[in-house]
Every structure is written in C-alpha cells, then in structure tokens.
C-alpha cells in the first residue's frame, strides 16, 4: 500500500557529499499519520545495517560510523524523507536503502540506491 523510491545515489570523491531521497506514495493515510523513516545500507555480502532515523516528533539516531557526517530530514509536504551525506568515506560504499514504517508499525522497503565513494 505503500511505495518508496530512493534517489540521489551516484559516484562521489572522498569528501565529497550527495543527498539521498526516498519518495513515499500509496496509501495517503499510513503516508500523512506520518510514521519512522530510517535508512540502511549494505555491502555486497555483508549484513544490511542501520545508519539513520527520522522517529516521529523529529527525533533523530545515527549510527556511530556516521555520526557528523550524515543527517536525515523530512519534507512531510512532499512525503519525501532524505538523506544529506558530507564528508564521504571509501568506507561509506554500499547500497542504500529507505524504510518507512506507518502508524500502524507496518513497515516498506525501497529498492535500493547505489552509492560509490572513490579514495
């Protein structure tokens, strides 16, 4: 009922930075209760981790790794949350993936998008 696209992934130098999006349409009522936006990322056969969360109320995490670095925002008007990367790191290449779950702790996965950081 739900559908999350990502965008916004590329190929950047070190230290540069891209902005991810991850667009949410479907279902209008789960989108505009307005639920958790977090994003992952994985690298090729490791385990998907998490890097950041947008939590109701505007409450933000980061993972460790990218602590700084990285900032999640929400444009509820849009229905569209993002993912602002500086600084990038070689480290930092991976697949990265949105996740929204509504009100009702449902929960959708975009598709992916690639992000590759140059040393």
């Known amino acids: 009922q739900v559908q999350l696209v990502e965008s916004g992934g590329g190929l950047v130098q070190a230290g540069g930075s891209l902005r991810l999006s991850c667009a949410a349409s479907?279902?209008?009522?789960?989108?505009?209760?307005?639920?958790?936006y977090r994003w992952y990322r994985q690298v090729l056969g490791k385990q998907r981790e998490l890097v950041a969360t947008f939590a109701r109320g505007g409450v933000t995490d980061y993972a460790d790794s990218v602590k700084g670095r990285f900032t999640v925002s929400r444009d509820n008007a849009k229905n569209t949350a993002y993912l602002q990367m500086n600084s990038l790191k070689p480290e930092d290449t991976a697949i990265y993936y949105c996740?929204?779950?509504?009100?009702?702790?449902?929960?959708?996965w975009g598709q992916g998008t690639r992000v590759t950081v140059s040393s």
């Open positions: 996740n929204y779950e509504t009100t009702s702790h449902v929960k959708y």
């Open positions: 479907g279902n209008i009522l789960s989108i505009i209760a307005m639920g958790w």
